[in-house]
Each structure stands twice: as C-alpha cells, then as structure tokens.
C-alpha cells in the first residue's frame, strides 16, 4: 500500500471521528437542555416537562423545531454580515475545542490501529486556550452588530469577564503544567494512568477549585451569568436573535459546558481512566469503549454540578464579579503556582 493510500485512509478516518464526536456532542447538547429543566424542577419541586412524548423525553425536539420554524428578523439597523457571523463563530470555536481531547484509548479495526484523539499536538493547552477566547469575539460580534445598546453592554460584560477568568484559568493550569511538564492532553491524562499515580486533583486541589470556578466563568453560567443578565439587560447579548442564530447562542452555551467537563475531567480526574481497574488486563477495544463510558460518566457529574449550582446559587453583582476574579483567583492561583514550585524544586533536591 502506498503512502498516499495510507493517507487517505488516516484522513478518512479522522473525518468519521470527527463526525462522530461533533454530532455525539450535539445531541448530549440537546438533551442537556432537557436534563437542567429537570434537575431545576426537582430542585424546585415541580414536574418539568413532561408532556411531549414519555417522561417528556421529546421535549428537546420540540425545543427544536421550534426554533428552526421561527421566522428569521434581522434588525434593519444591524450590520447584517457580522450579525451572521456572531453566532456561527461561537458555535464553532465551541465545537473545535474537541479536537484535542483524548476520548479514550486506541482501538483495533481491520488490522488498524485507530487513537480516539483527533490531534495529539504537543501543544494542546494553548490551543484550547486559543479556541475558548475566538469564543469571546462570537459574543462580541453579535452584541455590537445588533446595534441594540443593551446587546452592547451585556457584550462587554462578556468579554470584560473572560479575560478576567482566562488569567486566574491559566495561572491554576501552570501548576498542572509544571507536574506533568507537558502541554499535550494525552500525555497529562497518560501520567495520571501510570502505576502509582493519582489524579491530579490529589496533588493540585486549589488548582482545580480555581479551574473550575473560572469554567463556571467562561461558559457564562450562574453565578457568573452577566452577559444574559434578563432582569438587567432584557435578554442579554443575543437580544435580537431569533430562530436558529439565537439556537446557535444557546447551544454553543451547552456545548462549552460538555468540552469544559471533559477538559477538567482530562486535567484533574484521569481523563477517560477507570478508578480502581487496571485497562492492560483488558483487550484493547473493551478497555477503549470502557474508557469512552468512564469520560462521559465524569462529563455527566460535572455538567450535573454546573445545573445544581445555577439552581442554588444568586448572581454576582458586576463589581462582586471583578472583585472576585482580579483579588481572589488571580493571587489564589500566583500563591498556588509559586507553592508548587516550591514543592518540585524541594523533591528534586532530596
């Protein structure tokens, strides 16, 4: 078989992967909006949908439909070119995050060794970080190109608070960087895998409370949800979307939440690793789909976390909201950063 051949069929191959995980994404998406209507209403004491289908089950198709049947209104006043493009941006940048999460294991077809990774880059972490800020310019974009001052304001709340919460995010990572001494997801999730080692999480837990209430950030989600703040800005930086531009909005939300559950569940807990059983004793294809499952169980904890903290939690104010960030997590993750440091450089000196 030529080289050519063989390229054709790696390039095939991460284009059904790609595939996979981009529709996969997209319907645990959908039923995540059906999940929080849920889980708020149990937290309330309420049914929750429960009328389209059994248990409501197809209650998201209808959400859907919805939407997609509404009638497209483009502000006469809008730039009617970015107004487009503000959503298909968010929604994008929100769906490549996924590239350079490992899934799982290698698995054995057809004599053919196959990584459920789309790109194992040495580089990984700055690329995330590289794909979640193109995610700020979505909201940007929409929020100006609406010419609605209240999409305007709820914008610049929105990219005012991801770069406050992108510093104290990558200051808690250097930490994990300097154990791992690594950028690549797959060889961070590796380390965790080995004898003898534990999650990141037991040598980095500050590191991960700050990681995770910066993700809380970055996705906009309770109690850091200023950017669609409806009792303060009517409805928020999607104000004048409607059918599937304002879909785009609302599902890139979602969709940040899955990407981020799974890139703090590969960072801090072992990525697609299985507690307490060791994968070599498996064949290759079971431990592979055992792996799939055990990182869709940790993506599920988290996105539960996420839902029970919106239902529980009030919103900051904006003044809280900076305070938080600049004062708190800043200086939290230097102190951490530097107390690693400190640690390493002492084990290696004994």
């Not at 993700?215 to 979307?241: K, M, V």
């Not at 070599?280 to 993506?299: D, Q, R």
């Amino acid at each position: 078989m030529t080289l050519l051949a063989i390229d054709w069929i790696l390039l095939i191959e991460k284009l059904i992967l790609i595939a996979i995980i981009v529709f996969a994404s997209l319907g645990i998406a959908l039923y995540t909006t059906f999940a929080e209507r849920k889980v708020a209403a149990i937290l309330q004491d309420r049914p929750g949908p429960n009328r389209a289908g059994p248990f409501g089950l197809f209650q998201p198709f209808a959400d859907g439909l919805k939407l997609i049947m509404k009638e497209e209104i483009i502000p006469n006043t809008a730039n009617k070119f970015l107004f487009v493009l503000g959503p298909g941006l968010a929604m994008t940048a929100a769906l490549m995050t996924c590239a350079v999460i490992p899934w799982s294991s290698q698995v054995h077809i057809f004599d053919r060794t196959i990584d459920l990774q789309v790109a194992d880059i040495n580089i990984g972490i700055l690329y995330v970080f590289g794909v979640v800020s193109m995610g700020v310019y979505g909201i940007m974009i929409g929020g100006w190109a609406s010419n609605n001052k209240f999409s305007l304001m709820a914008a610049l709340r929105g990219a005012s608070q991801a770069i406050s919460y992108e510093l104290a995010m990558g200051l808690s990572l250097i930490a994990v960087l300097m154990l791992s001494g690594s950028l690549s997801l797959k060889t961070i999730v590796d380390q965790q895998m080995a004898p003898g080692h534990l999650w990141n999480v037991a040598y980095q837990p500050l590191g991960f409370l700050i990681f995770f209430i910066c993700a809380l950030a970055e996705c906009n989600r309770t109690p850091f949800d200023l950017p669609e703040a409806e009792n303060e800005l009517n409805f928020g930086y999607h104000q004048e979307y409607s059918s599937m531009k304002l879909g785009f909005y609302l599902f890139s939300e979602y969709v940040n939440m899955i990407m981020s559950s799974a890139i703090m569940a590969s960072l801090f807990f072992g990525g697609f690793d299985i507690p307490f059983l060791d994968e070599s004793t498996l064949a290759p294809n079971l431990a592979a789909g055992l792996g799939v499952l055990a990182l869709l169980v940790k993506i599920v904890i988290f996105i539960f976390v996420f839902m029970w903290i919106r239902w529980t939690v009030p919103r900051f104010r904006y003044d809280q909201l900076m305070n938080l960030g600049w004062k708190k997590m800043i200086p939290l993750a230097l102190v951490n950063m530097l107390i690693t440091g400190a640690v390493i450089l002492w084990l290696q000196g004994k």
